[in-house]
Structures are given as structure tokens and as C-alpha cells.
């Protein structure tokens, strides 16, 4: 399966999920300014289970604001809470939630400060490129398509990707200095920051979009970018029996060289 592409259709795992769509989608038609109704995630990738989640998002027109986008969420917000097919739906197992989101679809690189990343720009962006319309696709959801797709500009990518594999190598300095003061659950923290902002300068390297950075790793890894090696590295670097200064240093060494390796120019 391509990781962008034509526009999709979902697949809903039951027919709660798709009755809930559909009631959500009904709240939102003929409402000013609505473009589309999207569903995203897995119902929109066709993985979904029965106990998934339903994920949405509402794209305004072109012309919309922020004001506009936050009464329609809370309009929304008010009606989950007291629909009764909805209510029904989210009372259907442990794990099943409807996650519904006004977007203006306007995405806005940040420059990040010493903090580090990782962000959700890349993200935000995938996973809106991969949403599931209900009904026909809207001219802002089109044009947002043709926007982004097949990745944003050169230059903004080569910046972001210097950005993010600063961060991971400065987070990545920080697992030594930390292990060496008794500091290991600091130093595992400064790891996993920078084992995320590691996948995220992979995607950004290879000009493909993902769709998160703490789940989905086997499809994305081995399947969108066809590095079933790689991902089979990925998997035990976080894999510690136990919190220990040697093994910390050496899992953030071999995170380096897999940065050096796999994202760079």
C-alpha cells in the first residue's frame, strides 16, 4: 500500500463504527463552512479491529478561522456528550472512544529551541493526507491534497532535518551525563525522546510522511520505507532489562550510529 495517494475509503470494522460516522458526519452537514468530513487513522488505512477507536477530523473551507473552528467543536463536544447512538458506541468496549477534531488543515513548522522535538508537523500532515472522506472529497481537502503531496519544499525539509538530527544527537549526549550521576530513569527519558526524533528525521530524510512516532513502527519502518532490516534493529534499542548506566550508554551509541547511518544527507 502506497504511503499517500488516490483519496480513500474507509473501512469501518463494525457497524457501530460506521454508525457513528455517519451520525457525525449528519451533525455536520449543511453547517457554514464545513468542507469535509474525514476519518483518519487505522479505519482510514483499513487495519482497524473492533475495538478500535473512531478517529475523525472536520476540515473547514479555505476561508474559515479559529473562531469558527472552536464553535463548531464545541457545538460538537455538547452533542457527543448526549447522543445516545454515540454514548452507545463508546460504551461498546474498554477502548473505544470517538476522537473528533475541527481542523482549519493549516500546518506551520516550528523552529524548535534546545528542548528538542520531537513535533507533530510531519504527523499532523501524514495523517491528514491518508483521512477517509465521508461522502465526496471538499475543494479545501482536494487543494490540500495537491499542497502537500508528495512532500513539502526542499528547503524547509533540508532545515527541519538538520533541525531534528541536531536534537537527537543532543539528546543522545545527555544519556552519559545523566547515567554517570545514578540518573537512569532521566537518561532512559533523554532515550526515548531521542529514539522518536531518530524516526522522525528518517521519515524526513526519505521524503515520506508519517503517521506517529510511538506506534504503527513495523508498517511504517519495514513496510512504508521497505527497511524490514532497520526495523529489526529499532526494536531492541529501547529493549533494557534493567535501567543500568552501561547498557543506557550503549543503546545511545548504537541510536548514533544508527542517525548517521539512516538520516543523513
Known amino acids: 500500500m502506497?504511503?499517500?495517494?488516490?483519496?480513500?475509503?474507509?473501512?469501518?470494522?463494525?457497524?457501530?463504527?460506521?454508525?457513528?460516522?455517519?451520525?457525525?458526519?449528519?451533525?455536520?452537514?449543511?453547517?457554514?463552512?464545513?468542507d469535509s468530513v474525514l476519518v483518519t487513522n487505522s479505519i482510514a488505512r483499513g487495519?482497524?479491529?473492533?475495538?478500535?477507536?473512531?478517529?475523525?477530523?472536520?476540515?473547514?473551507?479555505?476561508?474559515?478561522?479559529?473562531?469558527?473552528?472552536d464553535a463548531l467543536q464545541g457545538e460538537w463536544d455538547v452533542f457527543r456528550a448526549t447522543d445516545p447512538r454515540l454514548l452507545a458506541f463508546e460504551a461498546s468496549g474498554p477502548f473505544v472512544h470517538l476522537h473528533l477534531d475541527v481542523t482549519l488543515g493549516q500546518f506551520v513548522p516550528a523552529v524548535w529551541d534546545d528542548g528538542g522535538g520531537p513535533d507533530d508537523f510531519e504527523i499532523g500532515i501524514g495523517n491528514l493526507l491518508r483521512a477517509a472522506p465521508l461522502g465526496s472529497p471538499g475543494e479545501h481537502f482536494l487543494q490540500f491534497m495537491q499542497q502537500w503531496s508528495p512532500y513539502y519544499n526542499e528547503g524547509t525539509r533540508i532545515q527541519r532535518l538538520q533541525m531534528v538530527c541536531a536534537a537527537c544527537r543532543y539528546d543522545l549526549s545527555f544519556?552519559?551525563?545523566?547515567?554517570?550521576?545514578?540518573?537512569?530513569f532521566q537518561a532512559f527519558d533523554r532515550l526515548y525522546r531521542a529514539f522518536q526524533e531518530f524516526l522522525?528525521?528518517?521519515?524526513?530524510?526519505?521524503?515520506?510522511?508519517?503517521?506517529?512516532?510511538?506506534?504503527?513502527?513495523?508498517?511504517?519502518?519495514?513496510?512504508?520505507l521497505g527497511l524490514p532490516a532497520l526495523y529489526e534493529q529499532l526494536t531492541g534499542i529501547l529493549a533494557l532489562p534493567a535501567l543500568e548506566p552501561g547498557a543506557l550508554n550503549d543503546h545511545a551509541q548504537r541510536l548514533g550510529a544508527l542517525l548517521e547511518d539512516w538520516a543523513g544527507e
Not at 200 to 224: C, D, S, T
Open 175 to 184: 544519556v552519559p551525563f545523566y547515567s554517570a550521576r545514578g540518573l537512569v
Open 2 to 34: 502506497p504511503p499517500t495517494g488516490p483519496v480513500r475509503q474507509p473501512v469501518f470494522p463494525t457497524d457501530q463504527h460506521r454508525q457513528a460516522a455517519e451520525t457525525a458526519a449528519r451533525f455536520f452537514a449543511g453547517r457554514d463552512l464545513v
Open 200 to 224: 522522525q528525521a528518517l521519515f524526513i530524510a526519505r521524503r515520506i510522511y508519517p503517521i506517529a512516532y510511538n506506534k504503527w513502527i513495523h508498517e511504517q519502518v519495514a513496510g512504508w
Open 47 to 69: 487495519v482497524a479491529v473492533a475495538g478500535s477507536d473512531l478517529d475523525m477530523n472536520v476540515l473547514l473551507a479555505a476561508g474559515a478561522g479559529k473562531a469558527r473552528a
